[in-house]
């Protein structure tokens, strides 16, 4: 997601204009972004997962000499989070540096948030550039609309 691109002008959101618990979210994402263990492609992502009790889980993406066991900043923090028995979501915040881009969930992920979303209750997703002024704004539903459901 280009930064600049009239697509994000809607969701683009100034950080300062978002309530102190999204400030403290995209704070955390931040945070988590630097525990990343990224060796291979010094690509670090972070994320900062909101409960629905209002308890956060953070999470940073590890990287593998094997590629394909790599997991994803957003994953850990799911993933940390049913691991202590929570398993409803309202708000996701992604901090990552692409150039000039935000930098969206991958289609791995986009699936595991559906996964745990209520299409009712659409979970937000903030995506952040740190040290930036402004979060893109999205949800589950909009990043993932066709998503898998096993009947």
């Given at each position: 997601?280009?930064?600049?691109?009239?697509?994000?002008t809607?969701?683009?959101?100034?950080l300062?204009e978002?309530?102190s618990e999204d400030?403290l979210l995209i704070?955390?994402?931040?945070?988590?972004r630097?525990?990343?263990?990224?060796?291979?492609?010094n690509?670090?992502?972070?994320?900062a997962?909101?409960?629905?009790d209002?308890?956060?889980?953070?999470?940073?993406n590890?990287e593998n000499?094997?590629?394909?066991?790599?997991i994803?900043a957003e994953?850990?923090?799911?993933?940390?989070?049913?691991?202590e028995?929570?398993?409803?979501?309202?708000?996701?915040?992604?901090?990552g540096?692409n150039?000039?881009q935000f930098?969206?969930?991958?289609?791995?992920?986009?699936?595991?948030?559906s996964?745990?979303?209520?299409?009712n209750?659409?979970?937000?997703?903030?995506?952040?550039?740190?040290?930036?002024?402004?979060?893109v704004m999205?949800?589950?539903s909009?990043?993932?609309?066709?998503d898998?459901?096993?009947n």
């Open positions: 997601m280009d930064s600049t691109s009239t697509e994000n809607n969701r683009l959101k100034p300062n978002l309530n400030q704070s955390m994402c931040s945070l988590a630097e525990k990343a263990y990224v060796p291979y492609s690509f670090k992502v972070g994320a997962l909101r409960c629905d209002g308890t956060i889980f953070s999470g940073c590890v000499a094997s590629y394909g066991l790599a994803c994953r850990t923090a799911i993933v940390k989070a049913v691991s028995g929570k398993t409803k979501f309202t708000t996701i915040a992604i901090a540096l150039k000039n930098v969206p969930p991958c289609g791995a992920c986009r699936q595991v948030l996964e745990f979303n209520n299409p209750n659409d979970m937000i997703v903030y995506l952040y550039q740190p040290e930036g002024t402004n979060v999205t949800s589950v909009e990043l993932l609309p066709l898998f459901k096993f």
